[in-house]
């Protein structure tokens, strides 16, 4: 027979596997979505969207993951139903007033932001997204409250749900905009269209989650008082105090969830500083906006980059809160070492092997080269984003969000000012410049805050050796096959196509063959990855 807590624990298990699933579903979609919309618009049309986009960015990372997570840890936490009332309750009014002051800023203050952003056509796609944070509240507390009884498949579904129909809007609209169908339209109009996706998913996300609720009476419960909640408001206990929920609210909730669009944060201070300072640099404003939308071609490289990192974080925080609370130091600097070491592997590989087909996929997915130079460098984001994001759930583990939150008050600091300075000076790369710099600046903050041991244990440096071989064989590989192809095909879309794919297996092809025959990781490490059974069982015969 299987015991209770090992059957919670299952579910548990199961239904965190469907929520990281679903999160990368999502990740995957939001990534790829924008090469056809910039085929279809191009890079002015890509420009508009993508000066607004952070605003949806940072909402979407509120109710789509952050604060549901949140509000469904709180819940479970509660000692009963009448405490989960209550909390649920209060917690409410505070998700309400904040939506409510999020939709303010962005529907009134759009002619402000606009010329924040040097571009005062920008207010009507602004005020076109503040719409998604009136369905905010329903999201992350609907989401919260399945969440805190285990039932995570309706928050799956429903942030697939959200994802696809928002797609399936914005490549309508650019569909629309590029046949002529619509043929009033500017860009302006066309980028406010596309992002008043973002409240129409969130609303039928909304609309999936009421009917999830109406049919579940437990979950329904959460949400009526009862005369024992009602009494318990009267003398809360500590925790669930005004000041109390409040606190949390900021330090668990919001201070996390901005860790989470960190990189949306920068995304948002380039959209104030970049169009700007290229026109500072000398560029006139139709190049100034071009260049911008052949800058922003680098997000949904990274984003695809990141994927292997986030699905790390999804597996390796668990195990590592749990270590600390049961306070299992062996077991905790043991998770912390595996995660570190296998994260930045990864991180390192993807990187490398996206900047080395980087100017043949950029003519694949957007139809020329251009800024392929910059968007090399761009790139760099993804192994240091990874390395940040591993000494972020390290702190995370050890309910040390103070460290985390620190270093991303100083990362953003750091990238506000030198964002427009560089870019005046150098041009585009002065964008990623400032956003390097500002990660570089955020890893030796948390660097120094590490335990030594997880440190030492972890021979980053010589990881980081091992792997640049493998890095260096594979760049030769892929420069042979490049030399190939420059002397018997012409450069063309169909043939950068052929070339990327044939790199591609080419490129996995030298790592495997590798990392076979050198032991860059240990087994434990290697039964972390796909396909592990397979490369322990052939190594060891």
């Known amino acids: 027979m299987v015991s209770s807590k090992n059957r919670r624990s299952q579910q548990a298990l199961k239904g965190a596997s469907l929520l990281t699933l679903a999160g990368i579903i999502a990740k995957i979609l939001s990534a790829v979505y924008r090469v056809p919309f910039q085929n279809l618009v191009g890079d002015t049309g890509f420009y508009v969207y993508q000066q607004v986009y952070p605003i949806y960015g940072i909402g979407m990372t509120f109710a789509l993951s952050g604060l549901p997570n949140y509000v469904g840890k709180q819940i479970s936490w509660q000692v009963d139903l009448a405490h989960r009332r209550l909390f649920l309750r209060r917690y409410s009014l505070l998700v309400v007033i904040f939506s409510l002051l999020c939709f303010s800023l962005t529907f009134f203050l759009a002619p402000l ?23 905010m509240p329903f999201l992350l507390l609907i989401r919260g409250a399945f969440q805190g009884r285990n039932d995570m498949k309706h928050t799956a579904i429903s942030q697939v749900i959200e994802q696809v129909v928002r797609v399936g809007v914005i490549l309508g609209v650019a569909t629309l905009y590029s046949q002529g169908f619509s043929q009033d339209w500017s860009l302006y109009e066309m980028g406010a269209w596309a992002m008043a996706s973002a409240g129409i998913a969130g609303f039928t996300a909304t609309s ?52 989470s669009a960190l990189l949306v944060f920068f995304q948002l201070i380039d959209s104030f500083t970049l169009y700007d300072g290229l026109l500072d640099f000398g560029l006139d404003s139709d190049l100034a906006k071009v260049y911008k939308g052949v800058y922003d071609r680098g997000q949904p490289f990274v984003q695809l980059g990141m994927v292997f990192s986030l699905a790390f974080q999804t597996s390796y925080l668990p195990l590592l809160s749990q270590a600390f609370v049961k ?3 062996a077991q905790f600097r043991e998770a912390a ?15 490398a092997g996206i900047m080395a087909i980087l100017p043949e996929l950029n003519v694949m997915l957007f139809s020329d080269a251009k800024g392929s130079g910059v968007l090399e460098q761009y790139l760099l984001m993804i192994v240091l984003a990874s390395w940040v994001l591993i000494y972020h759930n390290i702190f995370l583990g050890q309910n040390q969000w103070f460290y985390s939150a620190l270093a991303l008050g100083l990362a953003l600091l750091v990238k506000g000012v030198f964002a427009h300075l560089l870019v005046s000076r150098f041009g585009l790369v002065g964008g990623v410049w400032s956003s390097l710099l500002a990660l570089i600046v955020m890893l030796i903050l948390m660097h120094h805050f590490i335990p030594h041991s997880i440190k030492t244990e972890s021979q980053m440096g010589i990881l980081l050796r091992d792997t640049s071989l493998v890095v260096l064989l594979m760049w ?29 297996l080419l490129g996995a092809g030298v790592v495997l063959l590798v990392v076979r025959r050198y032991p860059i990781l240990n087994p434990a490490e290697w039964q972390e990855l796909p396909l592990a059974k397979y490369w322990i069982k052939n190594k060891e015969s």
């Open 476 to 504: 030769l590989a892929i420069m042979a096959l490049r030399w190939i192809f420059w002397l018997n095909f012409p450069k063309s879309r169909a043939f950068a196509t052929l070339f990327v794919g044939l790199a591609v």
């Open 113 to 135: 932001l606009a010329q924040g952003m040097a571009d005062p056509n920008l207010a009507i796609v602004i005020r076109s997204v503040s719409y998604m944070f009136l369905a």
């Open 327 to 329: 306070k299992q130091k």
């Open 208 to 259: 999936y989650l009421l009917l999830a609720l109406f049919q579940s009476r437990g979950t329904q419960r959460l949400f009526q008082e009862s005369k024992r909640s009602r009494a318990l408001a009267e003398d809360p206990p500590y925790h669930l105090t005004w000041p109390q929920i409040l606190r949390t609210f900021v330090t668990d909730g919001l201070v996390i969830c901005s860790f």
């Open 337 to 351: 070492v595996r995660f570190s070491r296998l994260t930045f592997f990864i991180s390192l590989l993807v990187t």
